[in-house]
Structure formats: C-alpha cells, structure tokens
C-alpha cells in the first residue's frame, strides 16, 4: 500500500507539527477508511484535541484517563478490540466500537498520541500497530529505548546522556523481584535487582548498534558482578530490551564483543527487561548536581560518548 512514503513525501518541507498532523489525519482517514481518525496533543497536564478527521469528538482528556490518557500514562500503544471492556473508556461516540491509540514523542517525553476509532470490533492487530507507530513517529521523530546495566549509574547516566541522539535517561532498578524497591533495599543485594540506565534515544541520529559498541567502552564485560570499586550482584553488567526487535542486534554485538575479547561466555546479561523502577530524585542527574561526587568510570571516557558522530 506504500502509505508511509506517500505519507513522507506530504510532511516533506513542512517543520510545524499541527500542519504535520492535520494532513497525516487527512491522509490516513482518507485511505484506510477509519471512522476517527485524530490526534490530541499533551498541554499542561491533560489532553488537548488536535487535528483530526470525523465527527466532532471530546476536546479535553485527562493523564490516565480513557484509552488516550492510558497510553500517554504508560508510554506505550493501547489496542482495544472491544471498547466496551476498556475500563474508563471515553465514548465521544456511540459507534465506535474498536480503538487504537499510539505515543507521540518529541525529546523523550510523550508530547501526544495518534487515536484511531472503528465501527467494527476488532479492528487494530499486530500489523496495524507497527505501521501506526511508523507513521506516528513522522509527527516528531522516532524513538526507541534500551536498558543498560553499567555499573553504578550515576557515571553511566552522565556518560550515555552525553551522545548525541539519546533524547532522554533516567536511572532506577531493573531485573528484580521485589516491586518498587528503594535504594537502600536494591544495596543490600537480597532483590536481585541491577542499577541501570533507561535511555530513550532517536534511531535516525544513533544506532542501537552504536549505543552498545559504546557501553562495552565503559564495561568491563568479564568482571562479574564488580565494576570499578563497585562490587555486588546490584553493579552486574546488562542489557534489557522491552522490544523483540532488538535481539537480533544486540545479540549480534554480543557476539562480536566475545570474538574480539576471544571468550566463549561473558558474564553481561541480555534479557528481556522484566521490571524498571525508577530512582528516586536524589539519584537522577547525580554528577551534573555533584560535578565532584563518585564515579568509577574513568574521566577520559565520557569524551567518547561526546566525540561520537
Ligand atoms: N475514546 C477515547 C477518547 C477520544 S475519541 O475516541 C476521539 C478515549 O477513551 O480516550
């Protein structure tokens, strides 16, 4: 159907988003005959509807609130076959009957979100999803995201903050069993939790490829459990990945890192992620708030993650 490059070559030129929007919601509606077809953008701390094609529709939602309030809260698409068995679903009509609603990024932050309507049941799979999302990312950019287990995570925040193309980090736990754990429950070990970098990055300006060559600079991939002074299952090395896509390439980079180190195993993780909890604030930014406070890695490292281009 080559709907995303006739969808590129009409954003082509056109640098404001409400103009991007107004003709993508044009363009989709028209072609893939939806009912509803729109977009809200995030104002403040709700919803604001934006361009869209069908009937008239609800002008404000709420963070978490209906489909499009839940994808903007969990920062993920939302499909609903069925509306009626949403719970909080916002019916701006009575004929709509199946839903998706898509993120919208722009610098790390979910700045809207793509909601499409149908009068059928069941509309949205797996394929609609995929290609909603690429043309969703048309409004701002693409954007992707990694979990990278590095050690202590202040230096690694402030070392993976500094590429260029990485767009947003926080810091937290990941890979434990215990739910929201603090940081003086993760130390002592006993969760089986990692510290770990969420890095939200722009595929278009880093690859992921060159996101992992960079974290084996700062790593040292055969210490286990022991980065710098830092020792504990807590300071384990890893990579997480909440999208399937990426295993082919990060396991390709595995690959390669134990070639050139010339092992058959190495003790980094590649998993799944199966949990993240952020850190508290105290932990977010810490070195740009303590230029002078710990980090095990190296200073000239953090000119690598700079100089990459
Ligand atoms: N149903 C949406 C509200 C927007 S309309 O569908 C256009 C929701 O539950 O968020």
Known sequence: MALLPQLESLLDGEPDPVARMA???????REMGFWWTGFYRVQDDGLVLG???GPVACTRIAFGRG?????????????VPDVEQFPGHIACSSESRSEIVVPLWHQGKVAGVLDIDS?????????????????????????????LAAG??????????????????????CNGRVENPSYEQVYTDRTGH??????????????????VRLYFQIIDPLSLNRQGEDVGTRYRTGIYYKDE?????LSREFRREKEALGVEEMPVELLPLSCFYPADEYHQD?????????????????SLARERR
Not at 119 to 147: C, M, N, S
Not at 152 to 173: D, I, N, R, S, Y
Request: hydrophobic share 40%.
């Open 23 to 29: 003709n993508m919601a044009a363009l989709l509606h």
């Open 51 to 53: 361009p869209f094609q």
């Open 67 to 79: 489909v499009c309030g839940t994808a903007w809260k969990e920062q993920r698409t939302v499909v």
């Open 119 to 147: 009068r059928e049941l069941d509309t949205f799979d797996e394929v609609d999803r995929r290609f909603l999302e690429k043309a969703a990312a048309l409004v701002f950019g693409p954007q992707r995201e990694i979990y």
């Open 152 to 173: 202590c995570f202040w230096g690694a925040q402030k070392f993976f903050k500094l590429v260029e193309g990485v767009e947003f980090t926080e810091v937290g736990f």
């Open 194 to 211: 990692a510290e770990c970098v969420h890095v939200r990055y722009n595929p278009e300006v880093v690859s992921l490829e060159e996101l």
């Open 245 to 249: 896509r990426d295993r082919e390439v």
């Open 286 to 302: 810490y070195l740009d708030k303590h230029p002078d406070g710990y980090c095990h890695l190296p200073p000239a490292v953090f």
